[in-house]
């Protein structure tokens, strides 16, 4: 998914990393770890949603 490859690098630079799991309808399965998996993700979910609006993000 481009949109998670746009924000890889800044994940990275936090020492986290985050993983693309299912897609299924609207709803879309992100696992994150290192320094992202204690974080509240919202700049994750915010990347996500500007760019597709009705997504659903659950993270793992």
Request: charged share 30%.
């Amino acid at each position: 998914m481009e949109i998670l490859e746009s924000i890889k690098s800044q994940v990275n630079a936090h020492d986290g990393f985050i993983e693309l799991g299912e897609i299924k309808d609207n709803k879309v399965v992100i696992h994150c770890g290192g320094e992202c998996a204690p974080c509240d993700n919202k700049c994750i979910e915010e990347a996500l949603k500007h760019k597709i609006p009705d997504i659903e993000v659950i993270f793992r």
